[in-house]
C-alpha cells in the first residue's frame, strides 16, 4: 500500500499495432494534458453553474530519436516531410497502471488497467543539443478510449479490450469507448 511509483503508469506509441515503444525513456516528467473544456456561468439571478463540455487530451513528448525504436522512422518521415495526413501521423497509444515498474518487465511479466486510443502525431521541431537527436512530439487524442487490461512481458505491452465488469466502458457523451 502507498503512492504508486510513476514507473508503475507506462505509454507505449505504433504506428503499426505490432511495434511498440515506450515513451519517457529520456525525461523525468510525462503527463497527458487533459486541456478541460469548462466554463463557469453566473445568471442574472445571481446562480452560478459550472459546465465541463469534455476533454481534448494530448502529450507532448521529448524524444530523442534512437534506431532501434520502432516510432524512429514514422517519426523521422513527419519531420522530415511535413506530413499531416493520416497515413503517416496516424497511430495508436497504450496507457496503463501496472503491478510493477516498467523498467522491471523486462524479466517479469507486469498486469493492469489502461485504455488504447487511437492518436495523431504532430513534429514539434527537430535537433536538440549535443545530448542526443531530438525529435520532440505531440500525441493528439483522434477518437474514444477503449478501456481494458494490459499485460508486459519482454517489455513488449498486450492490450485487452473490456472494462473490468465486462460491460462497455462510457464516456462523457454516453458513447460505449469499447465500440
Given at each position: 500500500m502507498g503512492k504508486i511509483l510513476r514507473g508503475r503508469r507506462a505509454m507505449w506509441l505504433t504506428f503499426d499495432n505490432k511495434e511498440y515503444?515506450?515513451?519517457?525513456?529520456?525525461?523525468d516528467d510525462l503527463s497527458i494534458d487533459t486541456n478541460p473544456d469548462t466554463e463557469t456561468i453566473k445568471n442574472v439571478q445571481g446562480e452560478t453553474t459550472f459546465v465541463n463540455n469534455g476533454y481534448t487530451p494530448s502529450m507532448s513528448n521529448e524524444y530523442i530519436a534512437r534506431e532501434e525504436d520502432a516510432i524512429y522512422e514514422p517519426i523521422?518521415?513527419?519531420a522530415?516531410?511535413?506530413?499531416?495526413?493520416?497515413?503517416?501521423?496516424?497511430?495508436?497509444?497504450?496507457?496503463?497502471?501496472?503491478?510493477i515498474e516498467v523498467k522491471d518487465t523486462g524479466t517479469?511479466?507486469?498486469?493492469?488497467?489502461?485504455?488504447?486510443?487511437?492518436?495523431?502525431?504532430?513534429?514539434?521541431?527537430?535537433?536538440?543539443?549535443?545530448?542526443g537527436y531530438a525529435i520532440p512530439f505531440t500525441i493528439n487524442e483522434d477518437g474514444n478510449r477503449t478501456q481494458g487490461s494490459v499485460s508486459v512481458a519482454n517489455k513488449v505491452p498486450t492490450f485487452t479490450a473490456g472494462g473490468a465488469s465486462g460491460t462497455p466502458v462510457q464516456s462523457e457523451a454516453g458513447k460505449s469507448l469499447s465500440d
Open positions: 515503444t515506450c515513451l519517457g525513456k529520456d525525461s523521422q518521415y513527419i522530415d516531410n511535413l506530413a499531416v495526413d493520416d497515413e503517416h501521423t496516424s497511430a495508436t497509444m497504450i496507457v496503463a497502471t501496472l503491478d517479469t511479466t507486469a498486469t493492469g488497467t489502461g485504455y488504447s486510443v487511437p492518436v495523431k502525431i504532430v513534429v514539434d521541431n527537430d535537433g536538440g543539443s549535443t545530448s
